[in-house]
């Protein structure tokens, strides 16, 4: 499938649009329905609920959360595409949904030319865990015992091409570990299953609040910065790997065509949020931290990022 271009153009008309202007107009519709493509309890999911509940009162109307996990994320993707584009229909997306998922399988929708790219509101940084039914208390333990035990260790995400089963796939292609991946619908799952031992790692930004409760053992974060709630816990590059990041994003799509005025509407509610010390302090404790882009920056990276998926994805041997 050639994916369209065109969500990015879709948004040219929300930058004449001053906040006085904004401030003037009444949303279209009274009642908005925010799907969240997850399942209940993930990071995903509360991020969903926290913008929903923050665009409803700055924009007048009520917001209804509908979780529709599955397939990635793609089921729920699927129906915001489908939606009527009068902005009673938003999506709370992370990144995968568009640049990893449609490498991996046929998705039904077009990640670009279905979708209006609104604003992006937080990222989350996510964590390598282990479960505490696994004999290892650090990184270099893990790795040891991965390698002398090969095959035996299985690891969850929330669904096959999301952005921690790909970031995982590619640390044991690094590392040289044999693992199986178990999928599951949303990351609370995911969470229940390393608790249980049914799974012994993860990586995953749902794992912060369990290693902060000592339930899972902190093995790694993803990238170079360290997490200021884990301070100890070593980076990908204190540990010497430095061509990783496991880096989410949670954005706000439409489906195409939305009218400009609407989309400057949620934007600039958008980025009121991301200006709003109450607003950052819930989102900080939901494990996420605070990333507002604008619509057309977002879409162009969006499109840059499928590309690198598509290569990375290609390089380590993950086909459709």
């Known amino acids: 499938m050639k994916y369209g271009l065109s969500f990015a153009a879709a948004l040219t008309g929300t930058m004449l649009l001053s906040p006085q202007v904004l401030a003037q107009q009444a949303y279209p519709v009274d009642t908005v329905t ?13 991020v969903g609920r926290l913008v929903a509940d923050d665009l409803g009162q700055r924009l007048g109307v009520t917001f209804v959360v509908e979780n529709l996990g599955g397939a990635s994320g793609t089921l729920g993707a699927e129906k915001a595409a489908r939606a009527p584009a009068d902005g009673s229909t ?37 964590l390598l865990a282990a479960s ?34 790909v970031a995982t796939v590619d640390l044991l292609r690094v590392l ?27 990586l995953d930004a749902a794992a912060v609040a369990q290693a902060k409760q000592d339930t899972v053992t902190a ?8 997490l200021a709630a884990l301070p100890d816990v070593p980076t990908y590059a204190d540990l010497g790997i430095t061509s990783m990041t496991g880096t989410g994003w949670q954005m706000v799509m439409g489906p195409a065509g939305m009218p ?52 990375l994805l290609a390089a380590i041997g993950v086909k459709k």
């Open 260 to 311: 400009p005025d609407v989309v400057a509407m949620i934007e600039a509610a958008l980025k009121a949020a991301s200006e709003d010390p109450a607003f950052l302090e819930k989102l900080a404790k939901a494990g996420v931290s605070p990333r507002f882009i604008a619509g057309p920056e977002l879409a162009a990276a969006l499109q840059e990022d499928f590309t690198k998926q598509g290569a």
């Open 90 to 126: 938003l999506l709370l997306a992370g990144n995968a949904i568009f640049t990893t998922a449609p490498h991996l399988a046929e998705v039904p929708f077009d990640p670009f030319a279905d979708f209006t790219a609104i604003a992006n509101v937080s990222e989350a940084v996510r």
């Open 176 to 202: 040289e570990i044999e693992a199986t991946h178990i999928p599951y619908k949303g990351a609370a799952e995911v969470v229940q299953a390393l608790l249980s031992g049914d799974i012994q790692f993860m």
């Open 34 to 46: 925010m799907i969240v493509p997850y399942a209940s309890g993930g990071a995903g999911d509360i």
């Open 132 to 165: 505490k039914h696994l004999p290892v208390t650090n990184f270099q333990e893990f790795v040891t015992y991965a390698k002398e035990n090969p095959g035996a260790l299985n690891y969850g995400s929330v669904g096959v091409g999301s952005t921690g089963h």
């Open 219 to 226: 093995l790694a974060v993803p990238g170079a910065t360290p």
